[in-house]
């Protein structure tokens, strides 16, 4: 089993930053692409950024490209979000998830986390 935690959501000004982070613990973390979905209020649950377990390769939505930025931190299995000039449209819940795939399909994780709130006023 893996476990994710999420941490870092809050409120924010539009134009601001907030760094998420989601701290992994259970067998092989290691070799799991990491990957950060959203879900705002009414919609379904979206693709926001993966980090492939090397850290070679990353993925983002269009969305967030240019303002968003996921890295991780191998020793402490730990993955971070990034995330600046923050738009009200980024409010939502942001969840943490794992995999063995690189895709920014959401089947392609099998662990998710509980989520954090993430809201940005205008």
């Known amino acids: 089993q893996v476990q994710l935690v999420e941490s870092g959501g809050g409120l924010v000004q539009a134009g601001g930053s907030l760094r998420l982070s989601c701290a992994a613990s259970?067998?092989?973390?290691?070799?799991?692409?990491m990957g950060w979905f959203r879900q705002a209020p009414g919609k379904e649950r979206e693709f926001v950024a993966a980090?492939?377990?090397?850290?070679?390769?990353?993925l983002y939505a269009d969305s967030v490209k240019g303002r968003f930025t996921i890295s991780k931190y191998n020793r402490e299995n730990t993955v971070y979000l990034q995330m600046n000039s923050l738009k009200s449209e980024d409010t939502a819940v942001y969840y943490c998830a794992a995999g063995l795939g690189f895709s920014s399909g959401s089947r392609s994780y099998d662990y998710w986390g509980q989520g954090t709130q993430v809201t940005v006023s205008s």
């Open positions: 259970g067998r092989t973390t290691r070799r799991f692409t």
């Open positions: 980090i492939l377990w090397t850290g070679a390769s990353t």
